[in-house]
């Protein structure tokens, strides 16, 4: 079974620190790789994702991601951090043939400071 | 504008009590997830359903059951709840390929007395 994984659980940033949130699957086949985020008291929404093509996918709110299949990785990136980017940031994966449902890694907690 | 809506936002029930939760989605979309999301952990896929297939995740208790009568609506009925099954309950619903986007509801918190 596909697994996900996220190194970190908590981060704390000032703003305009740049982002850098690692996530990586274990799974052989062609996976489809989201990023979501959770706002404090909103619910999950889509930042970005990537299912073929240019590796390297822009989302919502200045965010991008690369998909690097040797590292089995999509890390999520940001540049400059806002106060607002404040909120959980769960990586998730669905395979492309059968399962359509997403297996989440266990989230990263982020935080920016003012 | 709501696409998936999900109520009550808040419910709580006594320990073995039935209680339903139910999610509507606006979307027209095939497919509808319900998700277990204990606090500081990844949501966790209960069941889905594909148009009227049902698909239950293999380690989901028997306790969980769910129906969809109609495109539009899937109800998550707990029969029997137990103190460990205080969560957030996620709706959330996509087109029929793996690789489309879900939505997802502002979800359901479960408070078992």
């Known amino acids: 079974a596909q697994s996900v994984s996220q190194h970190n659980h908590h981060v704390i940033l000032s703003e305009a620190a740049s982002l850098e949130l690692g996530c990586n699957y274990s799974y052989g086949g062609t996976v489809n790789l989201f990023w979501y985020v959770q706002y404090p008291g909103q619910h999950l929404q889509l930042l970005l994702k990537?299912?073929?093509?240019?590796?390297l996918v822009k989302g919502i709110k200045g965010f991008e991601a690369e998909f690097i299949k040797s590292k089995f990785s999509f890390n999520l990136r940001k540049p400059s951090v806002q106060w607002s980017d404040t909120a959980e940031y769960f990586c998730a994966v669905t395979l492309d043939t059968g399962r359509r449902a997403l297996t989440f890694g266990s989230g990263t907690r982020l935080q920016v400071q003012p | 504008d709501a696409m998936v809506i999900q109520n009550p936002r808040y419910q709580v029930t006594q320990f073995g009590k039935p209680v339903t939760l139910s999610c509507s989605q606006t979307?027209?979309?095939?497919?509808m997830y319900w998700y277990q999301q204990k606090s500081s952990q990844a949501p966790k896929l209960l069941f889905h359903y594909y148009d009227k297939d049902f698909n239950n995740e293999a380690d989901t208790p028997d306790n969980f059951q769910s129906r969809r009568p109609n495109t539009s609506f899937c109800f998550l009925d707990i029969r029997s709840p137990g103190l460990g099954d205080a969560a957030m309950y996620l709706c959330?619903?996509?087109?029929?390929?793996?690789?489309?986007?879900?939505?997802f509801g502002p979800g359901t918190r479960l408070l078992v007395l």
């Open positions: 959330a619903t996509s087109r029929d390929r793996a690789q489309e986007t879900q939505y």
């Open positions: 990537y299912f073929s093509g240019d590796p």
């Open positions: 979307l027209n979309h095939n497919v």
